[in-house]
């Protein structure tokens, strides 16, 4: 069974900084993109980055350019999001999600995480 | 303001159909098939229904179908159970430098 377990959130001050964890299990993980989304509180869904098989970043929502950084580790089966320069807008539950696509991104997600809660507040 | 357009709510009895619209541009929903449609409880992590416009993942009930018309993608539930209530979401590729992915603002559908 595919599996993606988040974890690392909490409750971190204005200007903090907090990193995420994505374990994978049940599938090959080195074969797929990976993707971050993240829903605040009664808001909508959100793409926040994705990254490609062998680690190369696809990019980053401007909402969090130039603070967040997305990384993996395949040996690890791990998928990671460095969070700096947090801001009480990035409060939100954060989910990882695999791509559908092997031989290339469809930009689908699935399956995704239970997701993690991240409190931005002073 | 989302990037894709959906209505804010839809409803049906059960046993009946509905549809779902998802309207974006040239650029996003009218230029890829990259469409996928999400199915999310709350709490609860959200599901694939549909991938590139009209492909359902194993596991999905034929009941849910997805479709596309120049720049409008479109969900459609038929036979509603009431189990089928939840937040429903479209997003799309997008050629626009970032974000990559454009999302819908979701529709709650309820069952009456």
């Known amino acids: 069974e595919v599996q993606l377990v988040e974890s690392g959130g909490g409750l971190v001050q204005p200007g903090r900084s907090l990193r995420l964890s994505c374990a994978a299990s049940?599938?090959?993980?080195?074969?797929?993109?990976m993707h971050w989304v993240r829903q605040a509180p009664g808001k909508g869904l959100e793409w926040v980055s994705s990254?490609?098989?062998?680690?190369?970043?696809?990019g980053y929502a401007d909402s969090v350019k130039g603070r967040f950084t997305i990384s993996r580790d395949n040996a690890k089966n791990s998928l990671y999001l460095q969070m700096n320069s947090l801001r009480p807008e990035d409060t939100a539950f954060y989910y990882c999600?695999?791509?559908?696509?092997?031989?290339?991104?469809?930009?689908?997600?699935?399956?995704w995480g239970q997701g993690t809660l991240v409190t931005v507040s002073s | 303001q989302s990037a894709l357009t959906q209505p804010a709510s839809v409803s049906g009895s059960p046993g009946q159909s509905i549809t779902i619209s998802c309207i974006g541009t040239?650029?996003?929903?009218?230029?890829?098939?990259?469409v996928s449609w999400y199915q999310h409880h709350p709490g609860k992590a959200p599901k694939l229904m549909i991938y590139?416009?009209?492909n359902r993942p194993s596991g999905v009930s034929n009941r849910f179908s997805g479709s596309k018309s120049g720049n409008t993608a479109s969900l459609n539930i038929s036979g509603l159970q009431a189990e089928d209530e939840a937040d429903y979401y479209c997003?799309?590729?997008?050629?626009?430098?970032?974000?990559?992915?454009?999302f819908g603002g979701g529709t709650k559908l309820t069952v009456l």
């Open positions: 999600a695999k791509d559908r696509g092997r031989a290339a991104i469809v930009w689908a997600f699935d399956p």
């Open positions: 049940g599938f090959t993980f080195d074969d797929y993109a």
């Open positions: 990254i490609n098989y062998i680690g190369g970043s696809l």
């Open positions: 040239s650029s996003d929903v009218g230029g890829y098939d990259y």
């Open positions: 590139e416009v009209s």
């Open positions: 997003s799309s590729y997008t050629s626009s430098s970032t974000p990559f992915v454009v």
